[in-house]
């Protein structure tokens, strides 16, 4: 018999939630519970107090008050629970990726994985992970250690500077050490075959966007012999899988001066030599304006930017920013020419984008004919009890 403190559904909301498998309740799905600390492991029942539904952890913190781990009243929250979805998570990705050319994906991916409020990235034998929840913080300890134990890690990191925390009552966002040997520098990884530099410490997220790992590669059969920008190029990614498929001229570009040296880096070490190949510091913004005044075009363009919406305040000033730059590069690319367009942000829906995209199309009096649509990797799973999960939008498009 578990000792955990109960919560108890609204009868009015549980007939919806018993159909469901969703892994979060909010506010108005429980009676207000008593005497349960914020992060604190819990029994969630039906009204009639005696139905077992679920068990998570609660914070009256957040709008999400409950977030589940199981729905199996015979699973003990602790270090072998842990220990357990990881090696059952670490067998499923085996299954899908080819390890032999690829060292680098997501194991945890959150809810979608049964793990709500984690993150667990593999760099090689380094590992990144981020805590999102108050509840996986109060967990961390037990998490660590089955880490640890799964993995054996040569060094585990913690990138939990996330602003999300702040939203959990959370007071710390840490980034730091865990465990194993102390982090001199970047560390090499590849993927696909391909070998990059991250730097786990100090890059975005964990250090590199392992979402977009199959996107980079379906995009070499259209590069061949072609001109190609890569705004918002981060550490360039997409320039690398271009330039090593035949691309003629890259330009890849990015806000961050950061990022614009380790580009440079990751074509050295394909080598490719960077100096045949235009890297720009710029405002993507002000860089597109600029290249159509002085009517410069290339033959594809990659818009792959930052989640321009962050929450559903941003909604609408972020979709204005997808539709200005989607304007400005088909302005620039030729008739043939190819859109790559992408969108993280889990706000942003499929229909969303695809109007966003229509609207640019006619805006500047172009057909677009839609190549390929494509969304995130099988180390980054949905599922459809939990659509939240589905955020990445790539779109090939062909200019008309």
Same mark, same amino acid.
């Given at each position: 018999?578990?000792?955990?403190?109960?919560?108890?559904?609204?009868?009015?909301?549980?007939?919806?939630? &018993?159909?469901?498998?969703?892994?979060?309740?909010?506010?108005?799905?429980?009676?207000?519970?008593?005497?349960?600390?914020?992060?604190?492991?819990?029994?969630?029942?039906?009204?009639?107090?005696?139905?077992?539904?679920?068990?998570?952890?609660?914070?009256?913190?957040?709008?999400?008050?409950?977030?589940?781990?199981?729905?199996?009243?015979?699973?003990?929250?602790?270090?072998? /629970?842990?220990?357990?979805?990881?090696?059952?998570?670490?067998?499923?990705?085996?299954?899908?990726?080819?390890?032999?050319?690829?060292?680098?994906?997501?194991?945890?991916?959150?809810?979608?994985?049964?793990?709500?409020?984690?993150?667990?990235?593999?760099?090689?034998?380094?590992?990144? +992970?981020?805590?999102?929840?108050?509840?996986?913080?109060?967990?961390? $300890?037990?998490?660590?250690?089955?880490?640890?134990?799964?993995?054996?890690?040569?060094?585990?990191?913690?990138?939990?500077?996330?602003? &999300?925390?702040?939203?959990?009552?959370?007071?710390?966002?840490?980034?730091?050490?865990?465990?194993?040997?102390?982090?001199?520098?970047?560390?090499?990884?590849?993927?696909?075959?391909?070998?990059?530099?991250?730097?786990?410490?100090?890059?975005?997220?964990?250090?590199?966007?392992?979402?977009?790992?199959?996107?980079?590669?379906?995009?070499?059969?259209? &590069?061949?012999?072609?001109?190609?920008?890569?705004?918002?190029?981060?550490?360039?990614?997409?320039?690398?899988?271009?330039?090593?498929?035949?691309?003629?001229?890259?330009?890849?570009?990015?806000?961050?001066?950061?990022?614009?040296?380790?580009?440079?880096?990751?074509?050295?070490?394909?080598?490719?030599?960077?100096?045949?190949?235009? /890297?720009?510091?710029?405002?993507?913004?002000?860089?597109?304006?600029?290249?159509?005044?002085?009517?410069?075009?290339?033959?594809?363009?990659?818009?792959?930017?930052?989640?321009? &919406?962050?929450?559903?305040?941003?909604?609408?000033?972020? +979709?204005?920013?997808?539709?200005?730059?989607?304007?400005?590069?088909?302005?620039?690319?030729?008739?043939?020419?190819?859109?790559?367009?992408?969108?993280?942000?889990?706000?942003?829906?499929?229909?969303?984008?695809?109007?966003?995209?229509?609207?640019?199309?006619?805006?500047?009096?172009?057909?677009?004919?839609?190549?390929?649509?494509?969304?995130? $990797?099988?180390?980054?799973?949905?599922?459809?009890? /939990?659509?939240?999960?589905?955020?990445?939008?790539?779109?090939?498009?062909?200019?008309?």
């Amino acid at each position: 018999m578990s000792s955990l403190k109960p919560v108890f559904l609204s009868y009015r909301k549980e007939a919806a939630l &018993v159909k469901l498998r969703h892994p979060w309740l909010f506010s108005d799905a429980i009676l207000k519970p008593e005497g349960i600390a914020d992060g604190e492991l819990c029994d969630v029942f039906l009204s009639d107090k005696q139905t077992f539904f679920g068990r998570g952890y609660y914070n009256s913190k957040s709008k999400i008050v409950v977030r589940f781990l199981t729905r199996n009243q015979q699973h003990v929250v602790d270090q072998h /629970f842990f220990e357990d979805r990881l090696r059952e998570l670490k067998a499923i990705r085996e299954r899908f990726i080819y390890t032999d050319k690829t060292n680098a994906y997501r194991l945890v991916f959150g809810e979608s994985d049964g793990l709500p409020g984690l993150v667990l990235d593999k760099y090689d034998e380094v590992y990144v +992970m981020q805590i999102h929840t108050a509840g996986m913080e109060m967990l961390k $300890p037990v998490v660590v250690e089955a880490i640890k134990k799964v993995f054996d890690p040569k060094t585990l990191y913690e990138r939990s500077d996330v602003n &999300v925390r702040l939203l959990e009552g959370l007071k710390e966002c840490p980034s730091q050490h865990l465990f194993g040997e102390e982090l001199a520098g970047d560390i090499v990884f590849k993927e696909n075959g391909i070998p990059f530099y991250v730097d786990v410490v100090h890059g975005q997220k964990t250090g590199f966007f392992l979402d977009q790992r199959e996107n980079r590669k379906s995009l070499q059969k259209y &590069v061949t012999g072609k001109t190609l920008l890569n705004a918002f190029c981060y550490t360039a990614g997409f320039s690398v899988y271009a330039a090593l498929a035949g691309a003629s001229r890259i330009t890849s570009m990015d806000i961050s001066k950061h990022a614009i040296e380790a580009a440079k880096n990751n074509f050295q070490l394909n080598g490719l030599d960077s100096e045949k190949f235009e /890297f720009v510091v710029a405002d993507v913004f002000r860089y597109l304006s600029d290249c159509i005044k002085e009517k410069i075009g290339f033959d594809i363009i990659i818009l792959d930017p930052p989640a321009f &919406v962050k929450n559903a305040k941003s909604l609408d000033k972020g +979709m204005a920013g997808y539709l200005q730059i989607n304007e400005f590069a088909l302005k620039m690319l030729p008739v043939g020419g190819i859109l790559v367009s992408s969108s993280c942000s889990a706000f942003v829906t499929d229909a969303m984008f695809q109007k966003m995209l229509t609207l640019a199309s006619h805006r500047t009096r172009c057909n677009l004919k839609v190549l390929e649509i494509r969304h995130q $990797p099988p180390d980054h799973p949905f599922n459809l009890d /939990f659509p939240e999960g589905k955020y990445l939008k790539f779109w090939v498009l062909e200019k008309g």
